[in-house]
């Protein structure tokens, strides 16, 4: 079998639900409790058959345990070339591999780079979500993904950038993960479930001619944010003295390299990188 390494970047989905007067209830009538104790398995049970369902996007599923499901989803093409100097196409199909947990304390995705499917990472998340979301809606859910990034690297980056530091804004996703949302739940977390904020941007920002202090992991509130946006509660964006670009946690992307072998392998639980999906 081939030994070709697949890399996967890595990404943490978030099920919310939808407000109650865009819902569009079928088959099932479920109450707002219900949907959210049983909206993994919902979401599970829809991966589950996408292949016989999707027809824009030709998918395939290659495996599958209890939680996780490994499939390929295609981008339907036309390649052109020339033969005795006439102009001709031929149709293809390049895909990227999609892994996804959906146990409830991991909800992990990973998304394999392939250029000749999509031309941007942006552009295979963006037709995952439309897909997803198209049969989500009918439950009254929707789903969302966030970068997960290496943490030691960020550290890494604002202390190369220590005493530079203009601006850094945090974009905090509504929490629905116990197990990453800990390190904001005494002062954060209470205020975004209490006023049902999707989305919360916290700002922090030096007057003109200055910088941002004391910048490092010993701030607590500021590492409680690192943590949780690290493991796919959001992401970052800080500005820099003399950079006219936006520095981006998305940018430091976690990833996970998988022999493609185990991918399509008949054995569970795929192979030992599974433990590192978990």
Do not use: C
């Not at 824009?56 to 033969?83: C, H, R, S, W």
């Not at 919360?200 to 004391?214: M, N, P, R, V």
């Not at 940018?251 to 999906?277: H, I, N, Q, Y």
């Amino acid at each position: 079998m081939s030994d070709k390494q697949i890399v996967f970047d890595l990404y943490r989905f978030h099920l919310h639900l939808i407000e109650s007067d865009q819902i569009v209830l079928f088959p099932n009538q479920y109450t707002k409790d219900e949907l959210l104790e049983n909206k993994n398995a919902i979401l599970y049970g829809i991966l589950e058959n996408l292949y016989e369902n999707v027809t824009d996007f030709p998918i395939i599923q290659f495996n599958k345990n209890d939680e996780t499901l490994i499939f390929g989803v295609a981008n339907k093409k036309k390649l052109q070339y020339y033969q005795n100097f006439q102009k001709h196409s031929i149709n293809s199909e390049p895909f990227v591999y999609v892994i996804i947990n959906t146990n409830p304390e991991s909800q992990k995705v990973g998304v394999s780079r392939n250029v000749e499917a999509f031309t941007s990472e942006s552009a295979a998340i963006n037709v995952l979500l439309r897909v997803f979301n198209k049969y989500l809606k009918s439950y009254g859910l929707k789903i969302s993904f966030e970068k997960i990034y290496d943490k030691k690297e960020f550290w890494s980056l604002l202390k190369q950038y220590s005493g530079k530091i203009k601006m850094l804004r945090f974009e905090i996703i509504k929490p629905n993960m116990s197990s990453i949302s800990s390190s904001i739940k005494d002062y954060l977390k209470p205020l975004i479930e209490k006023t049902n904020s999707q989305t919360t941007k916290i700002s922090l920002e030096a007057d003109k001619g200055e910088t941002l202090d004391k910048i490092t992991p010993k701030n607590e509130q500021l590492n409680s944010l690192v943590e949780y946006t690290s493991e796919g509660g959001g992401n970052v964006v800080l500005r820099v003295n003399d950079q006219r670009k936006l520095i981006k946690s998305s940018d430091l992307s976690k990833t996970l390299v998988v022999p493609e072998a185990s991918l399509k392998g008949s054995e569970l639980p795929f192979g030992d990188w599974m433990a590192k999906f978990k």
